[in-house]
């Protein structure tokens, strides 16, 4: 196939300062949990963007000096050679692919907390981090002297990077980095000339761009990630203020080759990070499109979960910007320019926007993708998302249940060679899957099951049986397949089960008309009356979803929780503030560290879980070593949903290993089990699973993952720095 003529335009050239781009299509800067410490995951994750067609893939925020340091979250960083060797690899990935590399310089100032370097990092002002107040994070407030060293820190680092072989030297001034902690005012309450008028608060950012283009400006692209609205109104930085009076003073002086904008500061990144539940694709254009309105040809790169080419090709035609910026859309397809070059749309994988990647980052893990299963997989498992090696001993495969991991199961063994029958007891795939995207604000998930379903379409080695109700054993063993994965899923639990205390709550019984579980709402079982309580005792989307839900049919809601926050899981995807406005909007009342002591027709009766108080008494068999207490509140509610643990639907499976001995007689070489039905899971580890399993289909004990790539150092290998070593002098000259 070939390209829609429509889409040309994403395929022009692009001057960026000294260097020129192939295409629009920009990697946005994003963590990834390799930094310059797993030198092979880093450079194999970015080059495979550079191969799928990427024209720039940027590292995530890339440290300057130690003294930004934010371990044990693992950034980029530039403090010395062994990182411009870790580094360079990446950057010599992207060249073989015609792609440019880019950096983003990054310095924190009072967000620093240097777990790892315990240096005191400079900050324009003395106050403590509302990133990390908890944590006793200051800054030392900076003097001119030290804004001078700053500034050397950021050009030394520049030109590690240079060395590297960077193109481009993205100074951060998004995520409240230092440059913005000068810009903004409430940040800054400097009263030299660095503080109090907007000239004086923007001089930092100015001097530090003219030092790095003066710098490395003739050999590599100088550029900026600006945060042009903190989204704060009058407070902050604003669009139709500050903001773009800022970019048209830099663009002024002539000393940033690019914009890459975002909104939003660092305590809710989520606003630049949207989720798709509470930011549809396009949610920062109109504040992108300030910005191409005063930078005449300066490159601009929006973003926004665009996967879409007619979408990017109107950003570009309406003046919005000049490049396509992705940073989930290359991680779900890093084919995703490819696959437009080529014309292929119907297989781009499109990203969800559920922001599982971001919340394994932000749990201190790697990055993990819910569409892309060999995202981080490169260069560790030398997995590549659009090749697959053929079989040599191809046989045929019954795969039972058409969720995501069956269906993700199936798709990889079709095209590894297998002749595979997908069978799915119920009318269309999905699974359970198709419930999720049927709830409030998670239409955009559906992309899981139709992706999936229209590749098995395409491969001729899969055939897909829909509607054949559930599969006995009996059937399973004289099916006539070689090998059989099971793949059943897991189901709610309907009596309250809950990770408190692994005890059902008396009264719970989703036999009873007024107790519900989850898979029962989505299925049709009446919410009797008006006043309903959900429990969560899961944490993730599924009760905040079905309360939202059940607040727009008008009952009078109340969620309840056992866990500290409202839908904690949401604090890792970033949906957590905006949960919380939804339930103040929809008048949701809530209960955090809440439980259930029972339930009954009318009403449901709840505990503080800390109602005990916090002195130990000497031990009494029997008794708990705590203080009594049983102080409930009893609320008057007609129905509640239980939203409180799951269970693997592996009955089929059991049965089939308990008849082993049956097997051979069938022909049948082995049976296998995976995602929910394993163990209940996130979709992405769920989907992740099929992935391995089809994979290594063919090694010995494919049940059992392969061992991977462990990238960590190696006793007795040289270090860098060694002990002794000395530091770049940064101070300024006297
Ligand atoms: C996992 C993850 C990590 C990110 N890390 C950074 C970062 O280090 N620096 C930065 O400026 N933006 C970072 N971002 C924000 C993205 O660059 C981008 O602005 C945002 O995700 C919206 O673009 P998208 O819709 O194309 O994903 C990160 C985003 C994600 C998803
Ligand atoms: S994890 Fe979700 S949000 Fe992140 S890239 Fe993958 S599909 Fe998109």
Known sequence: MSRDPSHDILFDTIEIGPKRMKNRFWQTTHCMGAGSERPGTQA???????????????????????ESDEYPWTSARLWDEGDVINLGYLCDIAHSHGALAGVQLWYSGIHAINMESREVPRGATQLSSNVWSSRTVYAAEMDEHDIQAVINMYVEGAKRAEAAGFDILEVSGGDSTLPVQFLERRYNKRSDK?????????????????????????????TTRFEVDTLMGADGIQATDEGIRFVELLSKEGVCDLWAVKIGDYEEWGEDAGPSRFRKSGWMTPFVKQVKGVVGDTPVVVNGRFTSPDDMVALITGGVADIIGGARPSIADPFLPKKIEEGRLDDIRECIGCNMCVSKFVQIGQLQCTQNATAMEEYRRGWH???????????????VGGGPAGMECARVLGERGYDVHLREAEDALGGHWKDVVRMPRLEEWARVITYREAQLAKLKSVEVHLGVGEMSADHVLSYGADKVVIATGARWLGDGMSPLGHAPIPGADAAAPYCLTPEQVMAGKEVPGGRVVVVDGDGHFTAIALAEMMADQGKEVTYVTCMAEVSEYGAFTLDLFNNKRMLQEKNIA???DTWVESITADSITLYNIYRQGPDLHDPVAGESPRN????????????????TSRASNDALYRELKARRGEWAAQEIQDIYRIGDCHAPRQALNAIFDGHRLAREFDSPHPQYPLPWIRERQIWQAETYPKLGDARPNIEPEP
């Open 194 to 222: 660095y503080g109090g008028s907007f000239e004086n608060r923007a001089r930092f950012y100015l001097e530090l761009m003219t030092a790095l283009k003066q710098a490395c400006g003739d050999s590599c692209a100088v």
């Open 44 to 66: 194999h994750f970015r080059g495979m963007k550079a191969e799928g067609g990427w024209g720039t893939v940027c590292t995530e925020y890339c440290s300057v000096h130690p």
């Open 385 to 399: 998302p659009e090749k697959f090696d053929k079989t040599e001993s191809p046989c045929s495969v019954l795969v």
């Open 628 to 643: 009594q207490s049983t102080k409930t509140l009893e609320l008057p509610c007609d129905a509640a949903i239980l939203v």
């Open 590 to 592: 809530h209960h955090r």
